[in-house]
């Protein structure tokens, strides 16, 4: 679809529609470089504070991927005045101005439309140095690969929506969906990324293949490396997954080839859609334990979960 559009000609544009990365930049002067990323969707907990800093730091994370630090976010809200209450909006925004905050970040204002179905996000502009811009194109052979978040929010949220999630595990996913990748995105610049992207709605499969494709490599993934939350993949056994799921499975077929032993059911939280997911890093070999030990000491969930290697006949094994 994007190929039917004009070609951007400005040679201030640093990273437009033609690299499908993360967010956009501009360059505005030698040293600096505005970041701009847009992402709204529908609530994905019932609670209306959790879903507004949920879908805040789901924003947010574009902006941290790309090595560049927010500054300030617009909102944007679809919302049914007429089905509910505005105090229910109060608590959505109350939520993303939170989270915001948390992250440095000031909300300038924004705009909302009745809507039938709830929306919230925001718009969020950033910085960074153009020439420290952290991109998912440049993966190199020999290095590691990070994922600092757990894998599995797809399959437990749709469990949510069908009252088959226990208060124990809402309540982890939604510390998990809320956490920014603010720490995440500091250690990784600390110890030389060579690459970054986060996990969202194509899941981590979908992602790391932006990464690979672009830069031209193969990521060979240890499956049994991979953090998962618990319960997703009994719940995949069963079938119970998102749409998304299915989707980003089909359309992955084409460039990963799993080992003929793997769980089946293990591998299907790879395709899980992901919302407010944590980041792939590829770094240098050297860095990897070190970045490693400073995202745990952070807090984080992380783990090296492969490596880049040279082209080989499929972009992504699993092993």
């Known amino acids: 679809m994007l190929d039917k559009l004009p070609k951007e000609s400005n040679p201030k544009v640093l990273v437009g529609l033609d690299a499908p990365d993360d967010a956009g930049i501009f360059r505005i002067s030698d040293d600096i470089g505005m970041i701009q990323t847009v992402d709204f969707f529908t609530p994905i907990v019932d609670d209306p504070y959790d879903f507004g800093q949920i879908a805040a730091a789901n924003s947010l994370s574009d902006i941290f991927a790309m090595g560049g630090k927010p500054a300030t976010a617009l909102n944007i809200v679809g919302f049914p005045d007429t089905r509910l209450d505005t105090e229910v909006l109060a608590q959505i ?132 490396a991979v953090p998962l939350l618990p319960d997703c993949v009994r719940l995949a056994k069963k079938r119970k997954v998102p749409g998304g799921l299915k989707d980003n499975r089909k359309f992955a077929a084409a460039f990963v080839r799993p080992a003929n032993h793997l769980d089946s059911a293990a591998m299907d939280v790879l395709f899980d859609p992901q919302t407010s997911g944590g980041l792939i890093i590829s770094l240098p070999a050297d860095n990897a334990e070190l970045c490693l030990k400073a995202l745990i000491e952070n807090g984080e969930d992380a783990a090296i979960v492969g490596e880049i290697v040279p082209r080989g006949e499929t972009e992504i094994e699993v092993v």
């Not at 110890?191 to 690979?212: Q, S």
């Open 93 to 224: 925004l109350l939520g993303g101005y939170d989270k915001a905050k948390e992250a440095g970040v000031s909300i300038l204002g924004g705009h909302s439309v009745k809507d039938p179905e709830l929306k919230y996000g925001l718009a969020v502009t950033g910085f960074v140095h153009p020439d420290k811009i952290i991109r998912n194109n440049t993966a190199r052979p020999g290095d590691r690969l990070i994922l600092t978040k757990p894998l599995g929010t797809g399959i437990l949220t749709t469990a949510l929506k069908n009252g088959k999630l226990s208060d124990e595990l809402l309540k982890l996913i939604t510390q998990k969906m809320k956490r920014l990748n603010k720490n995440a995105a500091e250690a990784m610049k600390k110890f030389g990324a060579n690459a970054c992207t986060d996990v969202t709605g194509y899941g981590f499969i979908g992602h790391l293949h932006e990464m690979t494709a672009g830069s031209g490599v193969t990521a060979r993934i240890e499956l049994n």
